[in-house]
């Protein structure tokens, strides 16, 4: 099924709905575009940092340790 068809299909079903359920959905869809908007938000600035520069500064850093340095390993 196609998103127009998938509309049309839900809004004709909110029209033979009585009002009180006809808002329960709409608050349902407020929910669900605020929780998209907000992923959408979270990617943006994983991608936006992931792509700065800002940081690239420590890849250039020399190792000062090594595991040989470690007095004692926790696994887990």
Do not use: H
Not at 27 to 51: C, N, P
């Amino acid at each position: 099924m196609n998103r127009q068809a998938i509309i049309e299909r839900t809004v004709n079903a909110i029209k033979l709905l009585p009002e009180d359920k006809a808002a329960e959905i709409s608050t349902f869809v407020d929910f669900v575009f605020k929780r998209y908007e907000e992923s959408q938000v979270t990617e943006s600035i994983q991608k936006l940092a992931s792509e700065s520069e800002a940081f690239r500064f420590l890849e250039e850093d020399e190792e000062i340790y090594s595991l040989a340095d470690l007095k004692e390993v926790f696994n887990g």
